[in-house]
């Protein structure tokens, strides 16, 4: 035993002994690179350019009007990007007595200014709209000054889609369970390779072995860190909770999504809405649907 | 889960330094270009210990750092240090190259199968559709073949932890994983790397070492680099 482990380090440490004798870095590598920079930046300041148009001062938006301007997708997060002077921070929205959400920080600038940003999102069910209040005061010297971009999260949870079992890599399940049906089921977080988005897959093992993988969700990885419990209740709700921080200031994030049977893809879809829409209401979450977004 | 043999650990750290030119990678072309040339030699060291082949190395590594470009926009730090998100890019070009490979060493195994042996050993094919490498000359060679025989997963694992350096805490993250799944497939991916390396013992290591099996066999399912 002792001789095969030596065998195995001993492989493993000639590997590691392997260098590359090559340059420091690749400078034909390096102009492509440069000239993609070039080619992207300019791509993303026409991105943004309507938006920093339209973002000056205080801002009352409502969801028609993002819907309106270039849509808002599926998945709202109840966390704001506001940028200042072309630095971004994200302002968390905690729940208020009254209905609302409201959230606030104080950032320092890359130019030593402090900015305290304020966001406070009411909501109008009835009518189906809400509206965000974004206020930034800077302390700039004796003036406080006001320029603020904003810009909502959004994430398109795609609705439920066929998949294949090269999706699921070398990824393991972290929830495996059997349907009332008697059908193996199990499921699947998987990051992407730029860690930005994390996409659900459910399995379904049928009797002789088959397996069909569908993708549930995809959500934004940076919102949902670390290992979750999952639990799937008898209707077949599928209920992941990320938690962190200590007892007592604890941050939990909750998604409940159900995996409807249909051959339709548009019932699907539509039930899948709903059931995360119903699901958000009573859970401390950070996600929620917007159904008057969605389309 | 112990080595004989010391691994030097390099503990990914969220460095103020450096979490700023991230940032300002994200929109200034200098801090990018900083960025990717104090990173391209850890990258393109990390490919060419995993597949072997230098110039196959750098053209991942190109694939690598494009990635990022297009990528960096959305990183946030949140407890992923830039290595550990570099590490994760280059993780998933090479395991995608990895199977690549593996699949046409598949199909290509089956053809030469069908072909019937060329020679007496079985251990190549020359002229038309050669099937598998050279026999490995070095241990360095024989170690990169073994592990690219293993699932990605395992290769993984054994590549940023024993060849990287890095902490089991920080190959989960760079991962993206638990700390006991990258537990699991280490003690795993050393079972089976050993099992290949008997496999693939020159003769000389047997008549010395006494073991018994095959001995002039080359690795099984070998990936043509």
Known sequence: MNRDRDMVDSALGSLRSVQYDGPSYDPQLEERLMKEFDQTTVSRRFAHRPAMAAALGILVLGGGAFAAGGGIQYIKSLFVTVEIDGQQVDVELQPQADGSHEGELTTTLADGRDAHVQVRKTENADAGEHEMRVEVNLDDGDQKTQDVNVSKRRVNVGGPTNGTIEDLGDAEPVHEWTSAQGVDRALYLITDEAGENLNVFTTTTDEAGAIAVKRLATLPAERFEGTPEVSVDDNGLISIKWSSGEAGNENVRQIKLMDVASDNPATMHVELKAALDQAMEDSPVKVKVHPEDAE | ?225
């Open chain 2, 1 to 225: 889960m112990q080595l004989a043999i010391p691994i030097p650990q390099t503990h990914l750290t969220i460095d103020d330094a450096e979490a700023a030119l991230v940032e300002r990678a994200k929109r200034d072309r200098e801090a990018f270009a900083i960025l990717y040339r104090r990173h391209y030699g850890m990258i393109v060291g990390y490919i060419l210990r995993r597949i072997g082949n230098p110039h196959a190395a750098e053209d991942l590594t190109a694939d690598v750092f494009t990635a990022v470009l297009r990528y960096l926009p959305r990183y946030r730090q949140r407890g992923v240090p830039i290595k550990a998100w570099l590490y994760r890019i280059a993780t998933t070009t090479v395991n995608r190259w990895v199977r690549r490979q593996q699949r046409r060493s598949v199909i290509e195994a089956f053809f030469a199968a069908m072909r019937g042996p060329t020679d007496g050993n079985g251990a190549g094919h020359g002229g038309n559709g050669s099937v598998r490498h050279d026999l490995p000359e070095t241990d360095a060679e024989r170690a990169r073949l073994a592990l690219l025989e293993l699932p990605p997963k395992f290769q993984t694992v054994l590549s940023l932890h024993y060849l990287e350096g890095l902490s089991l805490q920080d190959v989960a993250i760079a991962v993206g994983c638990r700390l006991g799944t990258v537990k699991s497939r280490l003690s795993r991916g050393r079972d089976a790397m050993r099992e290949r390396l008997l496999k693939s013992r020159p003769p000389e290591a047997d008549a010395a070492g006494g073991a018994s099996g095959p001995s002039n066999v080359p690795p099984k399912g070998d990936v043509s680099v």
